[in-house]
């Protein structure tokens, strides 16, 4: 079976810059065979997409665009998303799935943990 589980949250203020890490394992499965994405859900809000990566085509949800960076390190089987100039409302728990959209994400693999992500202002 194939795991995703995220790590790297924490609380920063507004401004600052966390890293995410999405660690993959099962067998057979590797980061790059895939479109993996980012998504987050904060207190009474949907699940959304932020960020994916896969087969060649990186994309991101226009409110993080320019301040996150989605990356695959192949080797470590592992997937980032580097966030800078963080905002208050990004506070959210931080999920990353198989796919890139809210639709079939959660379907090849279960949802993470997820990671807690706290923006203060």
């Known amino acids: 079976e194939v795991q995703l589980v995220e790590s790297g949250g924490g609380l920063v203020q507004a401004g600052g810059s966390l890293r995410l890490s999405c660690a993959a394992s099962?067998?057979?499965?590797?980061?790059?065979?895939?479109?993996i994405g980012w998504f987050r859900q904060a207190p009474g809000k949907e699940r959304e997409a932020v960020a994916c990566i896969g087969t060649g085509d990186i994309s991101y949800e226009l409110s993080v665009k320019g301040r996150f960076t989605v990356s695959s390190d192949n080797a470590k089987n592992t997937v980032y998303l580097q966030m800078n100039n963080l905002k208050p409302e990004d506070t959210a728990v931080y999920y990353c799935?198989?796919?890139?959209?809210?639709?079939?994400?959660?379907?090849?693999?279960?949802w993470g943990p997820g990671t807690q992500v706290t923006v203060s202002s």
């Open positions: 799935a198989i796919g890139c959209s809210t639709v079939v994400a959660g379907l090849l693999a279960p």
């Open positions: 099962g067998s057979g499965f590797t980061v790059d065979d895939y479109a």
